[in-house]
């Protein structure tokens, strides 16, 4: 009850209803069997029409946003897992079952980060989303700086090409609001009002990177390859 109303809700058995119908279980059988959940985004409607000079930082309610221009010489590699999934889900509109299939990637492959690969706990990490084969899906690479090319099985290979890139850097209040809803709100704005307004195009890859995937970072950037 302390829950529901804190949240804004008039009585228990709404917001028990609303979490069903949000995430396909009840308050109570999440509280059983904890798992990660989809988030559903509000659109922040002041970054669709707000416009930005490079290394201009636009500060909105609770991001931090910064684009600029970088270069890199070589291929930076890294190791990971890889899992495809419905389109819908990169467009923020979730999925049925509630279930947050990038966070139970990223905690699979958190768990076999060290024992099996043995990289470091706290060493870069980037999650890719490129075209998949298969129509409605695409795919989503989580993974850590390498350093080498040879990979376990189980595990694949990404490559960060060398060339030019667009990196759009920003903050949010927390790791959560980070990962949810600050990412979501850069890369629309990137997609549907910074690259259109400045007529640039982009390889058809989004590369998030984290210095850090910790609870304490709140702070990350998207990498795009120009074309």
């Known amino acids: ?5 804190n949240l804004g809700f008039s009585s228990h058995e709404h917001f028990s209803r609303t979490f069903k119908d949000t995430f396909g279980m009840t308050p109570d059988e999440y509280r059983k069997n ?3 959940l989809n988030h559903m985004t509000k659109p922040e409607l002041l970054l669709h029409y707000t416009l930005i000079d490079e290394g201009v930082p636009l500060i909105t309610d609770g991001i931090v946003l910064e684009v600029n221009r970088r270069e ?4 930076v590699y890294f190791t990971g897992v890889k899992k495809d999934m419905p389109i819908q889900f990169i467009d923020g509109l979730g999925i049925e079952s509630g279930i947050d299939p990038l966070g139970t990637l990223w905690q699979n492959f958190h768990e076999q980060k060290q024992t099996i690969l043995g990289l470091a706990e706290n060493n870069e990490e980037i999650g890719v989303a490129y075209p998949c084969l298969e129509d409605g ?3 989503y ?8 090319t040879e990979v376990p099985n189980g595990f694949m290979l990404w490559e960060l090409p060398p060339g030019k890139y667009l990196v759009c850097s920003f903050e949010a209040e927390n790791f959560q609001a980070l990962v949810m809803d600050a990412l979501y709100k850069a ?7 910074w690259l259109p307004n400045h007529k ?3 390889e058809a890859f989004c590369a998030e990177r984290y210095a850090s995937h910790s609870p304490e970072t709140t702070n990350m950037e998207i990498w795009l390859k120009l074309i």
């Not at 890199?72 to 291929?75: D, K, Q, R, S």
């Open 1 to 5: 009850m302390d829950i529901a109303l």
């Open 34 to 36: 904890p798992q990660t």
């Open 72 to 75: 890199i010489a070589e291929p």
């Open 137 to 139: 899906l695409f795919s």
């Open 141 to 148: 690479f989580a993974g850590a700086k390498s350093g080498h």
């Open 187 to 193: 890369q629309r704005y990137v997609y549907n009002a």
């Open 200 to 202: 640039l195009q982009t």
